[in-house]
């Protein structure tokens, strides 16, 4: 039946062409409504064989994208057998996260890494180079309408992006060299201090986007290095915080409140971190019952 529905299409496509020969135009030649219609039919014909063409090509039988799949639904099966109806009840009535993230599209970047019950809690923003201008609407979403108090820009050791924007990426698609264009690094140096570099533009990037935000202490912007490579000899696998709010000094940083190195305890279970955070996203939309001026626990 489909190679009927192709082989029919493709005669009248056929018909329509004279034979695949299209005429060459002449001054003299001027389009009539009979040309027009013909050319309408033309392209709907055109678009259905494509669509027939797309529905004949069948994943492989084995390897490929059919193991990938299969390994996708396996693990989504096994997702829903352990999750059961409470697990989504926080997610129902919208999303209370803690923090807008922007990291690399990089697969080795880990979310998990970031916060060990990662569902719910962060807003993560990836493309390729972490950075803010191709994804600037995304990190507005986050801080303009979630609210994230904490906006964290994260690079990574061993950037893929950040080697191509160091050397030439003439040969890339136009799209790749768009993104690519926007991070300001110099040419020739691949490493971590161009990864540093990058990250510490797009914090400075975000400070001037959100400034009266930072200014008005609703809002932080921090600058952060995942080092699953050990590089910067601090730990393999650590987020490395190098920018506060425009601060690089690493002895100022060092010396913040959030810096102290407290003992390593199991994680609040998700549940209870977002019910938490929503409750108090609840609380700061009711202003406070003083004599003082109405403003609410935030600032916002």
Do not use: W
Request: aromatic share 4%; with cysteine; hydrophobic share 35%.
């Amino acid at each position: 039946m489909k190679l009927s529905v192709g082989l029919a299409l493709l005669g009248v496509l056929f018909s329509l062409n004279g034979g695949f020969v299209v005429p060459v135009a002449t001054a003299a030649d001027t389009p009539s409504v009979e040309d027009a219609e013909k050319e309408k039919i033309r392209q709907i014909v055109k678009d259905a064989i494509r669509e027939y063409v797309a529905s004949q090509r069948v994943v492989p039988e084995k390897g490929g994208a059919n193991a990938i799949l299969a390994d996708i639904r396996l693990a989504n099966r096994n997702f829903v057998r352990t999750h059961g109806p409470d697990y989504f009840k926080p997610f129902l009535d919208g999303q209370h996260p803690r923090a807008t993230v922007i990291t690399c599209s990089d697969s080795r970047v880990h979310s998990h890494a970031l916060d060990a019950t990662p569902d719910g809690d962060l807003f993560m923003v990836r493309n390729i180079g972490n950075q803010m201008s191709t994804a600037e609407g995304s990190v507005e979403y986050g801080v303009h309408h979630l609210h994230t108090p904490l906006l964290l820009i994260v690079g990574h050791s061993a950037c893929g992006a950040i080697k191509a924007a160091a050397g030439d990426y003439s040969q890339e698609s136009a799209p790749i060299r768009r993104e690519l264009d926007t991070l300001q690094i110099p040419k020739g140096d691949p490493g971590m201090n161009s990864i540093k570099l990058n990250v510490n533009y797009q914090v400075g990037a975000a400070r001037s986007k959100f400034e009266r935000e930072v200014i008005e202490g609703q809002l932080t912007v921090v600058g952060a290095i995942y080092d699953f490579t050990n590089e910067m000899r601090q730990g393999q696998g650590k987020l490395n915080i190098i920018n506060v709010n425009g601060e690089t000094d690493a002895a100022k940083i060092a010396a913040l409140e959030f810096m102290k190195e407290g003992p390593v305890t199991k994680s609040m279970p998700t549940r209870h971190r977002r019910a938490s955070r929503k409750a108090k996203v609840e609380a700061d939309a009711v202003p406070e019952s003083t004599d003082e001026p109405t403003k609410n626990k935030s600032g916002r």
